[in-house]
């Protein structure tokens, strides 16, 4: 199993330790539902140097992103960052991602720590006909994130980079604690605001202890991937190998509004057509109607029994105190408001189907 850089420092703080992504990870520290909260209410810190990291540069760079990536990247100007997909060629997705333009020329495209190898391949693959230098730099970089209402004030402390300079979905290059370029990225997987700070692992203990110490005053906890999970959830954030995958295409998953029509790319024929018949199933959130907790792979059904979908993720909302999840659910039961029902021990569970996010 592969460690990130500040592996002994969560060992030191207690933290459960759990195999994720190849990696060996916190699950927690002193408790998801605390650490939740912090988030929502406070400040948390969380480890995220798992996931992966590569340059895209030279003068056919953006033609190569442009095609293989769901979003316009014409979008993108020097300092955005964009949320996007890469279509398999089959309809579904090869893993969900963030492009970054660093300058004319260069981007950054940050990952799923499971599907490291397997982009950089399929990346590569469409390469040989465009010819742009792909670096992977993702053995050597190390990934926090800040993130709560109180991450900007912890974060500024350490910085003379003005964050409230850079707008959500925006970065820059800069000094973080006497570090030198670090890429400071309005960013998240929390759905509570903050920051994604990019360096070199060789600081990364040295920056988790200045950031600690910053939000000292705020509350500021280390956080883990199992309130990584609630607070994404909760915000209808989908997770790669839950809510997305090889078979479910970004029309499916709710990610029209990052699969551009007007250029061309991979699948853009299919996703095309998809659009003009209309999809039978469709990423639906819902919320249980009795006390029950909602989990990955739970049938849903319908009134009267008949297979409708699958739940892909599930949990109880610590903020709203009911279960929560995501599903697949065919047409027409993803309408919203349709009762629908969670099969839980042979028991099928009422539910209703709500509009995102939970919270």
Not at 233 to 254: H, M, R
Request: one cysteine or more.
């Amino acid at each position: 199993m592969n460690k990130t850089a500040l592996y002994n420092k969560h060992v030191s703080l207690g933290a459960k330790i759990v195999p994720f992504a190849g990696f060996e990870m916190p699950v927690q520290y002193s408790g998801v539902t605390e650490e939740h909260f912090a988030v929502r209410e406070k400040v948390g810190l969380f480890d995220v140097s798992h996931m992966g990291q590569f340059y895209v540069e030279g003068a056919t760079a953006k033609d190569l992103l442009q095609f293989v990536t769901s979003n316009n990247v014409e979008n993108l100007e020097n300092g955005k960052a964009q949320y996007s997909c890469l279509p398999n060629g089959n309809g579904g997705i090869v893993d969900d991602l963030i492009v970054y333009k660093m300058e004319d020329d260069k981007y950054f495209v940050v990952v799923n720590a499971s599907n490291i190898e397997k982009d950089w391949n399929h990346i590569s693959k469409f390469n040989e006909k465009f010819g742009a230098k792909m670096t992977n730099i993702s053995n050597e970089t190390s990934l926090i994130a800040i993130q709560g209402p109180k991450a900007t004030e912890t974060l500024q402390k350490l910085t003379d980079t003005n964050l409230s300079d850079i707008p959500y979905y925006h970065f820059t290059v800069g000094t973080v604690a006497g570090v030198e370029n670090v890429i400071i990225s309005n960013t998240g997987y929390t759905g509570s605001g903050g920051f994604e700070i990019y360096f070199d692992n060789s600081l990364a203990e040295k920056l988790w202890d200045d950031l600690t110490l910053a939000g000292e005053e705020f509350g500021i906890i280390p956080c883990g991937l199992a309130a990584r999970d609630t607070l994404r959830l909760e915000k209808g954030f989908c997770l790669y190998g839950n809510d997305i995958d090889d078979t479910t295409s970004p029309l499916e998953a709710g990610l029209g509004w990052i699969t551009k029509f007007d250029k061309d790319f991979v699948d853009k024929e299919f996703l095309l057509k998809q659009k003009e018949e209309g999809i039978i199933r469709k990423l639906v959130g819902f919320e249980m109607q009795e006390k029950a907790i909602p989990r990955h792979d739970y049938l849903v059904v319908d009134a009267a029994g008949n297979e409708i979908g699958k739940v892909t993720s599930g949990t109880m909302s610590p903020m709203k105190k009911v279960g929560v999840g995501l599903a697949y659910v065919a047409a027409p039961n993803y309408k919203l408001g349709s009762e629908i029902f969670i099969q839980i021990r042979n028991k099928n569970i009422p539910a209703k189907v709500v509009k995102l996010p939970f919270v």
